[in-house]
């Protein structure tokens, strides 16, 4: 997994009603982090629901 479409995150935020300075300082952490466990359950053979 490389990440995540920001552009496509920002205005799901902008839907949710989220204000854009709060979703542009949230999402880099929380995007990274699930990145980070997502190619760790891969390495480790986990169950991954994004590849079948």
Do not use: H, T, Y
């Amino acid at each position: 997994m490389l990440g995540w479409d920001m552009s496509s995150a920002l205005a799901m935020g902008d839907a949710l009603g989220v204000p854009p300075l709060a979703m542009a300082e949230l999402l880099p952490v929380i995007e990274a982090e699930m990145v980070r466990k997502l190619n760790q359950q891969i390495a480790s053979g986990g169950d991954n629901p994004f590849i079948r």
